[in-house]
């Protein structure tokens, strides 16, 4: 567990991941993309249930948001979320300026953080006992962001997302449990059905 | 910079569309004539003029990065989504994209279209700016990666949109170099003491 982060007066519950991204994704009515970032987020993701607006990543740590906002520009009607452990966020703070200063209104970042490299042998993170994500994601402009308290909590700010006129950051603290699944790993595959389900490309 | 106002003409001379008269008109009509609108960058010197153009021109959707792999990002998911982007940089900026080119936009076969500002050769007084230089090609030919150096502004526009529709039609990144002998690049402005 990740306890020094935990041990803060955040009175915030240690959640799961694949957990909140069941919720998350029994939200989704309107075809609503996800990115999936590195590792667990997009084990998580895919075991959750395949989706055609499903993109995994299986590399390239800490492009998930910078992807997403990609996305969002491209089609500014759909709603984008994007899932990133904190460890990957840490390697491209700099993205939260860059989507806070574009204001994308159709985007969701959401924060797993166990303060762990959980799929390296859970080193802690240099953020685990002296960084707030989501007071680095306000700091740096994105003022709609927030730690969810519990589950319902996450789902309320799902919701809330799902309308909201701006950019949003939602922040989870979770437990140190390894993804669910294992996604398959044919990135030519998955970014041709992802464009698919986007309604980018027509299948031959 | 007077190589590169020898390069691109008198200040303040009208560029009509169809006759571009410098390097950055060149590139800026280029991303116009395959509907590339998206265009984040990392500022160079060498580039202001053609950023700045960019900002002022409604097609573009253009804004500065805090890296460059973020860039790389952002016009990737953008592809998947249906918009075209094109990344602006500086050859040390450059160097930072080796894992991204190798994990996102090659093996999932997006066409990352690069133009990159060279620094490190012909005059560079940056010693840093010279020993990163070298490892561009390097890195580019190692990942198998299209690559052109633009040196004349006769040749540019036969390149950049030659490229540009090759790196969409075969789903490939292309990094588009423009040397010095194309930019006038960055010198010093004063010769230091013998």
């Known amino acids: ?204 | 910079m007077a190589a590169c106002d020898a390069q691109t003409g008198p200040e303040g001379s009208e560029a009509k569309a169809s006759e571009p008269t410098s390097w950055h008109d060149v590139v800026l009509q280029m991303l116009k004539r395959n509907d590339i609108r998206l265009v984040p960058y990392v500022p160079d010197r060498i580039l202001t003029a053609l950023i700045s153009n960019l900002h002022a021109d409604p097609f573009f959707t253009t804004f500065p990065t805090a890296r460059e792999e973020e860039a790389v990002g952002i016009v990737s998911g953008a592809w998947m989504g249906g918009l075209r982007g094109a990344v602006l940089m500086q050859t040390s900026g450059f160097a930072t994209l080796a894992n991204v080119m190798a994990s996102l936009a090659i093996p999932y076969q997006i066409p990352l279209i690069m133009f990159v500002s060279e620094r490190g050769t012909l005059g560079e007084f940056n010693y840093g700016q010279s020993l990163v230089c070298r490892t561009m090609r390097p890195v580019l030919d190692s990942l198998a990666m299209e690559h052109h150096t633009a040196t004349r502004l006769d040749q540019l526009e036969f390149i950049v949109d030659r490229s540009i529709r090759q790196a969409i039609t075969t789903q490939a990144p292309v990094a588009l170099i423009l040397s010095p002998l194309l930019t006038g690049g960055k010198v010093l402005d004063k010769r230091a003491p013998e």
């Open chain 1, 1 to 204: 567990m990740n306890t020094p982060a935990n041990s803060s007066a955040r009175n915030t519950r240690i959640m799961n991941r694949f957990d909140l991204t069941s919720r998350l994704i029994a939200k989704l009515k309107n075809e609503e993309a996800v990115i999936g970032g590195i590792g667990n987020t997009n084990f998580d993701l895919w075991a959750a249930g395949h989706r055609p607006q499903n993109f995994y990543m299986l590399g390239s740590m800490g492009l998930a948001f910078p992807i997403a906002l990609g996305v969002a520009l491209a089609q500014p009607n759909r709603r984008v979320f994007a899932l990133e452990g904190d460890g990957s966020l840490l390697m491209q703070l700099g993205c939260l300026s860059t989507i806070a200063s574009l204001a994308p209104k159709n985007l969701c970042m959401v924060v797993m953080d166990n303060g762990i490299y959980q799929i390296t042998g859970a080193q802690p993170t240099p953020a685990a006992t002296v960084a707030d994500i989501v007071a680095i994601a306000i700091a740096s402009g994105l003022a709609d962001s927030a730690w969810a308290a519990d589950e319902e909590d996450f789902e309320r700010l799902v919701d809330r997302s799902l309308a909201a006129p701006g950019p949003t950051l939602i922040g989870a603290r979770i437990d140190d449990k390894p993804g669910t699944g294992q996604t398959r790993r044919d990135p030519v595959q998955i970014r041709e059905r992802f464009m698919l389900g986007l309604g980018v490309r027509q299948a031959l």
